[in-house]
């Protein structure tokens, strides 16, 4: 069950959305859930966006928010309201949220509706996502409808030295990916070479090609599937990543290789996996990256002391997180 909320409780109403005065270059967006994590999350992608972004940092920004039962804290909506963000509540079965970004299908699905006809290119973010330098490359060449980065290590991917497992097999067929888009990718920290596995946090995509819309439908046709649900017990990994495989899926059977850009790889580079990256494009200061993805940096009361990033950076961190 997916249904928008009445408007008198939507902080910047569906009809300030589909009634922009003009057409969007480009919107961001994200999900955030009513938890301190979420929250804490979407608020560092919010200010680095309006801080860092250059000439994107005042761009659209709307926060789709699944309701289940729980509200966002009183905190949180002062403090998004003041970066002018546009809050998009919706309804969603709290079955549906308790399955890994299930959510966040429905989320990027109703994005993606709300932003046809209204802007040229949808951003969609992870809300752990940090922008410390203007994101350029999300202005995508005109001839291009999709910008990515790879999986950052191969996980369930599927190398290309390999044949393509049961689960791959099914999510192909799922799909409908035609043979011939298959093409190497190399991974991000472990630079691997597995077939097509595109990263679900960072997305640039045009609305009019529905690429979210599909992706709910497919995935939730099969996801409960009783052939998947039998790979899920073999691995509990598939159920957590099953969301990024159907993506993947279905941005192969979508667009063609020419549609597609690859971001550069100061994009997206999660900075969790610092330690692990053995590759020649290894950062030594997070300053020279354009977006980081992390899982909580700030819950290490020590992690001022281990980032590898400038005083300033870290000072500006601290301080977002003190408020």
Known sequence: ????????????????????????????????????????????????????????AQNPIWCLV????KQLSTNFKDRI?????????????????????AGDIRAAALAESLAIG???????????????????AFVLPHERSLGYRPVHHINIGSPCDEDPDVFWTLTYQ?????????????????????????????????????????????????????????????DKRYTIFIHQAILSGTILATFTLEDLYELPRTYNYPIHLHADDATAHRPTCLDDLVTIR????????????????????KEWLAEKLRQ
Not at 294 to 312: C, I, L, R, V
Request: glycine share 2%.
């Open 1 to 56: 069950m997916l249904t928008i909320l009445p408007l008198a409780i939507i902080f910047c109403s569906l009809a300030s959305v589909e009634n922009m005065a003009s057409r969007e270059k480009s919107v961001f967006t994200t999900v955030v859930y009513p938890t301190q994590w979420s929250e804490t999350n979407t608020l560092l992608l919010v200010e680095s966006i309006r801080n860092f972004g250059g000439a994107l």
């Open 66 to 69: 699944p309701q289940y039962g």
């Open 81 to 101: 309201i003041k970066l002018d963000v546009t809050i998009l509540p919706f309804e969603i079965d709290s079955d549906v949220v308790r399955f890994f970004f």
């Open 118 to 136: 209204q802007t040229d290119l949808l951003i969609w973010l992870s809300s752990n996502t940090i922008v410390l330098q203007e994101p350029t």
């Open 174 to 234: 799922y799909c409908k990916v035609p043979k011939d888009r298959i093409f190497p990718m190399q991974t991000h920290v472990d630079d691997l070479t597995i077939r097509p596995y595109f990263n679900a946090g960072i997305i640039v995509t045009r609305p009019e090609k529905q690429l979210f819309k599909t992706w709910r439908d497919v995935f939730f046709e099969v996801y409960q599937n009783p052939k998947v649900q039998e790979i899920y017990q073999q």
């Open 294 to 313: 992390h899982e909580g940096f700030y819950q290490d009361p020590n992690w001022k002391q281990t980032m590898p990033a400038s005083d300033s950076l």
